[in-house]
């Protein structure tokens, strides 16, 4: 069995983007089955949005879906096309090795910023560049949701901070929604949509967050069998 590059053995998050033209979810099998093999005595779970979904070749694996199951922190944990009702699945462990394989729909560049996920195809740590002043306003405009950003004071507040960001330079839609995904619920994410949308609308033209566009260089790990 070949050895996991030591690029792919420092990490705590991998992330193997959606790339039309490669494919990369071909990778997410062979790659876990090895890191699982790397620390042994951990569990392996799949986290997908259906049983059906789950790869047949990862055999001896808990399968925990959109409806049932959790995940026990601890273990190497593939998360295989995931959808957005799936990330409070995964987003609280803090001892597991996560895998997140991305399908075509929806985008989780914004996770992989979150946690400093290694991007596979990319060869580089996908992160921020938050201050730390940044990171409160994000923090804020999470807690102003915490009822879901239904209340007029709560939604002038939130259109505060956002716009404190944009004029810090340090807007990234799909950054903040990733985070504020960890703790609310996807009603309360499509009202923060909504009013992000308001506060981008005289910028439209603009290109929101970093422009950290999808790399297509070679997979840092051969996926080849």
Known sequence: MTSLSPALLGHDHLYLPWVPEKPVYQAAVPLTTRLHAHHPGRPLTVVCPQSRHAPVRLVGATVVTEREGAVQDGGVVLVYRPTYRLVRKFAQLTDSIV???????????????????????????????????????????????????????????????????????LYDRELILALARNVRGESAIVTLSRLMDQVEAPRSSRDHGFGLGRSHRSLVWDATL
């Open 99 to 169: 895998v997140l394989v991305e399908w075509q729909e929806p985008s989780f560049e914004g996770w992989a910023r979150s946690v400093g996920a290694f991007n596979v195809v990319s060869g580089r740590v996908e992160g921020p560049r938050m201050s730390e002043t940044g990171r409160r306003c994000i923090d804020d405009v999470i807690a102003y949701g915490d009822r879901g950003w239904q209340d007029e004071p709560a939604r002038h507040a939130t259109e505060v901070e956002l716009r404190k960001l944009q004029k810090a330079g």
